[in-house]
């Protein structure tokens, strides 16, 4: 029996539907298996698939606070992303907005020189930083953990992000402000700044999420417990022999990645979004 | 006294400060911050690796000593574990490139336009995005552990038996390939969707009335159009590849039989935990060149095609 043409595109529908949904397995399934297993008991945790524990430990949620500092870790991360995040914005814009939107010798050359650092990886210049750092006297401190991703290739991404979006903005406005007296630092500030809350949010979000994930240079630069970010406590579950506490790490595993989750589940689009303007215009 | 005179006697001279100068001060005050600490941070240690690489300097010996090229040839002629590390590398990124641009293209292609359950299939594939490497990387570790991680358990159920993924050298290699390919398709394929949504409805139609199905307008009017794209996510996606570092040391170190070990891995080593701080220099600047010259050569090959 030959399908109508409204049967077919159903049939097609769901065809697609499940092949989605097959695919989605693998991208699904690590999440809601580490929140199920930092509920059970080590040994539960590999006796059987089952993503419901049999007995609920949610003693595991109170023994990762005090088997390591986690609490003072979990704030170090928040406190490092933030500081992070808070002088790129400042930095970048500011750059940004000179180099889109002031005349100065030497301009696009800089531009270019700027632009060019987009190719070094972190990891080539991380030795040097690492005696620089000793020099400055600030090992096992948060002062690299701040520095470097502020001034590395993520920051000149940043500039280069917030240079787009100004080029872009009328000049109308700022010639207003012009006639009203403002000086350059006003004109940013009450005007071009206001003006790029998409541009500024992109690179926040990037930002927040670059620093928060930042694994390299924590594991370089820090060596106290109690300095530690989230990526090196999560690595640091282990007993005095070496071997893995598997239902508390996957405990901290997930208090580390569900309230990150959660935020993008209510802010998807706008993370994505601003994925995808750094992506295309980086 | 006449007009004239008092007017001569008062004539400006031009003051130093004229607004074309004053908006170039203020652009170079704008600009220092970011320039002056991408100076210390940045570019000085870029200056400083080249001079380390010439070096023999090992830290329990406090002193360094200049070598010349030694540690270049050391690198590319004496030491094997070199080149092992480089077919590492290129294997790492000649699997995980094409994998990741292909899958990422057909999510693009179903997910492109707006429809039921295309924002929650969105959401799905880019969550691993955001989530940190090191999370992924040990969830990963667990489910791929021998008999009782739950992939083999999964494989069991169908009546496969599976490999102890990471404890065997070609497993683990594709192990990590295929987790990080999951982490990371997410990012391509949002830059192919907005690629997609890009190209004029216009063409198609047009291709449509001449009688071209689905797949020869995509081959024949969509894919053409997006070769800057994809030019663009080859070049991200490979120097990434290369710069692989927190999914390896987390769920195979390495190892086994140094089975996985990528150049940025063995940087880390050579530096921080041998400290032949000479030796791990000269493969950053390795590492640098490899990466400019992909750089390079995309852009080249982006040119002649835009021309």
Known sequence: MALTRSQTRTVTRIF???????????????????????????????????????????????????????????????????????????????????????????????????????????EVTILPNFFLMKWLGVMDTHVPLILLPVFGPHGVMATFLMRQYFVSLPKELEEAGKMDGLSRLGIWWKIALPMSRPALAAVAIITFLFSWNLFLEPLVFVSSLSNFTLPLALSNFTDPYGAPLWHLQLAATSLAVVPILIVYLIAQRQIIESFAMSGVKG | MTDTTETTARKPRAPWLTLRRREAIEGWLFVSPTLIGF??????????????????????????????????????RDNPDFWHVIRNSVVFAAGLVPLNMALALGLAVALCRPGKGVVFFRTVFFAPVI?????????????????????????????????????????????????????????????????????????EEAARLEGANGWQ???????????????????????????????????????????????????????????????????????????????????????????
């Open chain 1, 16 to 122: 697609w539907a499940l092949s989605l949904s097959v695919v989605a397995v693998p991208f699904v399934f690590p999440f809601l298996w580490m929140i199920s297993s930092g509920f059970k008991s080590a040994t539960e945790i590999f006796g059987q698939l089952s993503l419901i524990p049999d007995t609920w430990r949610w003693g595991n949620y109170i023994e990762v606070f005090t088997y390591q500092p986690f609490a003072r870790q979990y704030f170090n991360s928040i406190y490092i992303a933030c500081a992070v995040t808070g002088i790129t914005l400042i930095l970048s814009s500011l750059a940004g907005y000179a180099l889109a939107r002031m005349r100065f010798a030497g301009a696009g050359l800089l531009m270019l020189f700027l632009v060019s650092a987009l190719m070094v990886p972190e």
């Open chain 2, 131 to 203: 989530t940190s490497a090191v999370a992924w990387a040990i969830v990963w570790k667990f489910l791929l552990q021998g008999e009782a991680g739950a992939v083999n358990q999964m494989l069991a159920g169908i009546g496969i038996d599976g490999p102890n993924w990471l404890r065997e050298p070609n497993w683990a290699m594709f192990a990590v390939i295929v987790t990080r390919v999951i982490k990371m398709v997410g990012l391509n394929m949002i830059l192919y969707i907005a690629a997609l949504q890009a190209v004029p409805r216009d063409y």
């Open chain 2, 217 to 307: 307008i995509f081959r024949m009017v969509t894919w053409p159009l997006l070769a800057p794209t994809t030019l663009i996510i080859m070049v991200i996606t490979t120097i990434g590849s290369f710069k692989v570092f927190d999914h390896i040391y987390l769920m195979t170190g390495g190892g086994p039989e140094n089975g996985t070990l990528v150049l940025a891995y063995y940087i880390y080593e050579q530096a921080f935990e041998f400290f032949n701080i000479g030796y791990a220099a000269a493969l950053a600047i390795i590492m640098f060149v490899i990466v400019l010259a992909l750089t390079v050569v995309q852009l080249l090959l982006r040119q002649k095609g835009s021309s």
């Open chain 2, 39 to 76: 100076l210390i941070f940045f570019l000085g240690p870029l200056i400083a690796v080249v001079f380390y690489s010439l070096t023999e300097w090992n830290l329990l010996s406090q002193k360094s000593t200049y070598v010349g090229l030694a540690n270049y040839t050391d690198a590319l």
